[in-house]
């Protein structure tokens, strides 16, 4: 079992950036794939990044290429996400999720994680 809680996030104007947190429960952080995800009102949850179980591969949706970064740091139980250039339609409430892996495998589709968070709010403001 694993308990995921996010932090981090709030109310930024556009152009501005938030680092969100996920920190994790247990001692086996570092054989999860983890990712996050988010959902905005009325929408379906979206992917948004994930990393493989040591941080050496990770995953982009397009629409946050170059502007978000996912990072882990598994002496601490916990996956980032830095999100720069913010933009109004990136308002939505963004989920971490975990799976285990066998391998250094990225996971971007939200039906193959078990674990999940109780989100975080991000506001753009324009």
């Known amino acids: 079992q694993v308990q995921l809680v996010e932090s981090g996030g709030g109310l930024v104007q556009a152009g501005g950036s938030l680092r969100l947190s996920c920190a994790a429960s247990g001692r086996t952080f570092s054989t999860y794939a983890m990712g996050w995800f988010r959902q905005a009102p009325g929408k379906e949850r979206e992917f948004v990044a994930a990393i493989s179980r040591r941080g050496g591969n990770t995953r982009y949706a397009d629409s946050v290429q170059g502007r978000f970064t996912i990072s882990r740091d598994n002496a601490k139980n916990t996956v980032y996400l830095q999100m720069n250039s913010l933009k109004p339609e990136d308002t939505a409430v963004y989920y971490c999720?975990?799976?285990?892996?066998?391998?250094?495998?990225?996971?971007?589709?939200?039906?193959?994680?078990?674990?999940w968070g109780q989100g975080t709010q991000v506001t753009v403001s324009s």
């Open positions: 999720a975990a799976r285990f892996a066998d391998f250094a495998v990225v996971v971007p589709f939200l039906s193959e994680y078990d674990y």
